[in-house]
């Protein structure tokens, strides 16, 4: 049974690797413009899933991530229209050469094929990313959360009947129904159909599917960005971008989770930077050394270094120096965001050089690690491993390549 | 005890990042003189490993992969020279712009980090993916075939002490001695060291490796490429390219294993081409159609299609048209390199666009998939799969990137 949705998306994903970029243009206009003129039955099936939701008892905050508006529905409308906008992503050229021998090579962009998403409550990941992926030419197998499944039967049905009204496979956008998880367990194992599987949600779904599945896995999500104000930073530039980086919103992977401060300037810095995020009611989770200098904070244990707070807490620690900032960000770090604040371009060049992430800041907030910041418009997630794509992950990085060679005879 | 050896990986790969290119350079060429200094030595160690496989029953073509020569020994530090030649991999500014906000975004490329690469009986394989991963700043643990253990252990000596030469740390190449496999199974799930693994082997291996890993794999190797010749086609052209693509190198996996042929000429086209391949004694295994034409060739059975026979073998099969041909290359294929032979443009773009390999050629020999004819130098293998690299897998492919941003307080 799952393999046979494997293998219906298979079947799409070549009809979409042979589609014209009008047609997939088309298809993500028509999902958009379907999906506002069906939101007061959206909103109804949402309403199932919130009633649902409120019997089981979920918390309010998960509520509100679970609740559609005709506000947010907008906004989905409008991420599929952006998207409409965007170059293709396909038939790129990205190197053409004639070789001595009289080959002209050529590097193409191509769909990467089916990608399987795994995410959690919200359902208007089902439009983004079933949008993202179709954009590039990719067919996408989807797996919601199990409290957001009428919602999400809702939109994907929307989102297949674009499809067929624009000429392409409905089977371009397939949506997993399985509440005891058996379908994730097979998305996890189905080489011969899945190109690339892209767990979005909480440590715990990212460790589950790096740690069991076969087939390529795109690592996204976990964020402890650490901010380093170094002896030679701007004290008042650290303390707005650690407010900025901490509370614009906490709740996001590029939010920053702990300071760490030279311990030069410990005394002069701390008391400025506590002051701001005290109005924001950041709690701070202090070493020793902050604590000096920062009485009222809480004591830090051991395991406040590489914790996700994703809340208005942060970590702060007192360093010797530039080295012991590195070794704490390569121990604790995720390879997510990470910045020095300092005004010598030494120590920011090392800084830049030294610390392995996807994105390395000097003087600027964690928080700009995001497709549109970056100029690449929507995006998948942040890509937290080296292979194929790292930081954003936007249309360009959901495609491959391919080698067409052109010759007149040529033999080796 | 295997995690150990995954932390020293880890710990050389941060030092190795960091490395200058002279110094990389330096390691290498210092690898290359070391290893022809002392070739009488590692002839030693082959010769023991060589008489083990006598012992053993080893074939004669199994022991000829094995056997050092002073001119493959030769070859091999000449392969590393060529390395040292090579432009530096690391710190390629790949996009840089600024933002409307005046971030600077610059897209660096930085090394993978660990690579580990499994491979079978041919020692110089120790030499040339230990110099390629260092090359483009890597650590690499190596994990050769047990039946060259001796050569590998000497190779993998010369080449720590070139390092240590170098001022870079030995553990940049270690290789594992583990005689059951203990040592694989472990590095298969090594998620906290291992950044890369590239199988190289046969398909059991490969499968064995994709199969079983949770660690990034690079898929590479077999290959079942096809030649199609189409109704236009040049036949005196296509008799060249095929006799060119499965004779001269069987054993490789970018020659040809099936040939494909319209059926408007199969009358013409097939005594043509099987006169050429019965010049080097090529066994042609054949459809009912094939047969009509070529009496003296064998019956196909349903096994021959996407059967790698990687040696004078071929299969051939009369399709009724192009939509046939791509179809049979989908179904049996491998993603590697596919040809075909025409006069017609359209249909040579036609099945450019439309057929699903890392190599798509138009009147060339599918042999030209290679690092060094695609004007990369030397490579790590052929990648089959869609994620990160495709193709032919060289020093560029062994890096990942960084997003270095430079501000100026920005925050958002």
């Not at 795994?118 to 992926?133: F, H, K, M, Q, W």
């Not at 008391?271 to 604590?291: F, M, N, S, W, Y």
């Not at 390569?330 to 990470?338: K, M, P």
């Amino acid at each position: 049974m799952w393999n046979e949705i494997g293998k219906k998306a298979k079947q799409a994903a070549k009809a979409l690797a042979q589609s014209s970029n009008q047609q997939r243009i088309s298809a993500v206009c028509r999902m958009a413009d379907r999906l506002e003129c069906n939101s007061a039955m959206l909103m109804v099936a949402n309403g199932q899933d919130l009633q649902n939701a409120r019997k089981n008892g979920m918390s309010e905050a998960m509520i509100d991530r679970l609740r559609l508006t005709s506000e947010r529905i907008a906004q989905m409308a409008n991420g599929l229209r952006e998207l409409a906008e965007a170059p293709d992503p396909m038939n790129r050229v990205l190197m053409e050469e004639t070789m001595p021998n009289g080959l002209l090579i050529s590097k193409v962009s191509v769909p990467l094929g089916v990608i399987a998403v795994i995410y959690e409550s919200r359902p208007n990941v089902t439009a983004d990313a079933a949008g993202l992926c179709l954009r590039a030419g990719n067919a996408c197998i989807l797996r919601g959360g199990r409290e957001a499944q009428n919602s999400n039967e809702f939109i994907a049905g929307v989102l297949r009947a674009a499809l067929s009204e624009a000429g392409l496979p409905e089977d371009g956008v397939q949506l997993l129904y399985d509440p005891d998880r058996e379908g994730v367990k097979a998305l996890l194992r189905m080489r011969d159909y899945v190109d690339l599987l892209i767990p979005r949600g909480g440590k715990g779904l990212i460790d589950f599917v790096t740690q069991n599945a076969i087939v390529p896995v795109l690592q996204t999500g976990e964020g402890v960005c650490h901010i380093y104000v170094d002896k030679d930073a701007d004290l008042m530039m650290a303390a707005d971008i650690i407010y900025n980086a901490k509370v614009s919103r906490p709740s996001v992977c590029n939010a920053c989770e702990c300071m760490l401060i030279h311990q030069d300037v410990a005394e002069k810095a701390l008391p400025l930077i506590h002051e701001r995020l005290k109005q924001a009611g950041v709690i701070v989770r202090a070493d020793q050394e902050t604590l000096k200098w920062v009485p009222d904070a809480q004591a830090a244990d051991e395991t406040d270094w590489g914790k996700e707070y994703l809340s208005l807490i942060i970590a702060s620690r007192v360093v010797d120096d530039l080295d012991e900032a590195i070794e704490h960000i390569s121990r604790y770090g995720t390879l997510h965001s990470e910045a020095i604040i300092t005004e010598n371009p030494q120590t920011a060049k090392a800084f830049l050089d030294r610390v392995d992430a996807a994105a390395v800041y000097h003087n600027a907030s964690t928080r700009f690690t995001d497709g549109g910041e970056f100029g690449f418009g929507a995006e998948i997630g942040i890509s937290t491993q080296k292979l194929h794509a790292r930081g954003p992950v936007g249309l360009n990085e959901l495609t491959s390549y391919r080698y067409q060679i052109r010759g007149e005879g040529q033999t080796r």
